[in-house]
């Protein structure tokens, strides 16, 4: 399995980016995805989680109400919309799968390759 995440870019704050995971191979009903970040000088975060059969999301405090995270299983896609964005938001972000839900980076046991979100004051 192959995570390709892609979306990231320079936005000010206030603006909003769309990030995408494209998964090859199958995504079980059982797996979770999830979206990490990681700033510099800083440990790797949760950002956000979706369970891939039911749909449920799961929001770190520091982004819930402003990003959104939705599956598309047709396209083996799961996307992080992130609005009302912040300098603070600046990291790479990570796209990830695991087995169960879970907040630890140590959980996910595939991983993309990262996406730069710069967010300028």
């Known amino acids: 399995v192959q995570l390709q995440a892609s979306g990231g870019g320079l936005v000010q704050a206030g603006g909003s980016l769309r990030l995408s995971c494209a998964a090859s191979?199958?995504?079980?009903?059982?797996?979770?995805m999830g979206w990490f970040r990681q700033a510099p000088g800083k440990e790797r975060e949760f950002v956000a989680a979706?369970?891939?059969?039911?749909?449920?999301?799961y929001y770190a405090d520091s982004v819930k109400g402003r990003f959104t995270i939705s599956k598309d299983s047709g396209e083996n896609t799961v996307y992080l919309r992130m609005n009302s964005l912040a300098p603070e938001d600046t990291a790479v972000y990570f796209c990830?799968?695991?087995?169960?839900?879970?907040?630890?980076?140590?959980?996910?046991?595939?991983w993309g390759q990262g996406t730069l979100v710069t967010v300028s004051s």
């Open positions: 990830a799968r695991g087995h169960n839900l879970a907040y630890a980076p140590a959980e996910y046991y595939y």
């Open positions: 191979g199958r995504i079980y009903s059982s797996s979770v």
């Open positions: 979706i369970r891939w059969g039911r749909g449920s999301t």
